[in-house]
T-cell receptor, first 111, second 111 residues
């Protein structure tokens, strides 16, 4: 059974204080690892897809990395607008290439 | 989240009542998904469709039915609502080999 565990559950940062979010996973036949951002009252918004160990992707203050067992989302010099819940998901070949999600990390960036 | 529209946005039902949630996408996507999101449990797949006229069970299908008579619409039905079905429901769609796009959710309370 595919499993995704995210840590920490919540993170409070001061503006400019860099940090990292962890996503540990087990999956049979990884098709991709996805990061989404979710704002309160909204649906998840796609950020990145990583396909193989060693791959890295960046978008503004966010950088995602992937190993064979985990992924990290690094937030560099965060701003208050980076406050959101960040979701990690793995895609497997079964069930229409379904996504298995972790519980998310709630990030609050204080000015 | 342009492209995936969920109707209604909020609904309160009494135990035993039935209702249908509508998901509409205008991006000509083949794949569509219904998830529920509960505190501490992440997003869980209810049912999915790999194309018009096809549906399949996901991780938590009991108590729900779905239909995809038209490519752009994916309906989720609750035949006899139970308090355990109180949740936020998200629809997503995607084309082949691309990430899922999510709607903004339907908040459903069962009293």
């Amino acid at each position: 059974e595919d499993q995704v565990t995210q840590s920490p559950e919540a993170l409070r940062l001061q503006e400019g204080e860099s940090s990292s979010l962890n996503c540990s996973y087990t999956v049979s036949g990884l098709r991709g690892l996805f990061w989404y951002r979710q704002d309160p009252g909204k649906g998840p918004e796609f950020l990145f897809t990583l396909y193989s160990a060693g791959e890295e992707k960046e978008k503004e203050r966010l950088k995602a990395t992937l190993t064979k067992k985990e992924s990290f989302l690094h937030i560099t010099a965060p701003k208050p607008e980076d406050s959101a819940t960040y979701l990690c998901a793995v895609q497997a070949p079964a069930a229409g290439n379904k996504l298995t999600f972790g519980g998310g990390t709630r990030v609050l960036v204080k000015p | 989240n342009a492209g995936v529209t969920q109707t209604p946005k909020f609904r309160v039902l009494k135990t035993g009542q039935s209702m249908t949630l509508l998901c509409a996408q205008d991006m000509n996507h083949e794949y569509m998904y219904w998830y529920r999101q509960d505190p501490g449990m992440g997003l869980r797949l209810i049912h999915y469709s790999v194309g018009e006229g096809t549906t399949a069970k996901g991780e938590v299908p009991d108590g729900y039915n779905v239909s995809r008579l038209k490519k752009q619409n994916f309906l989720l039905g609750l035949e006899s609502a139970a308090p355990s079905q109180t949740s936020v429901y998200f629809c997503a769609s995607r084309p082949s080999n691309q990430p899922q796009h999510f709607g903004d959710g339907t908040r459903l309370s069962i009293l």
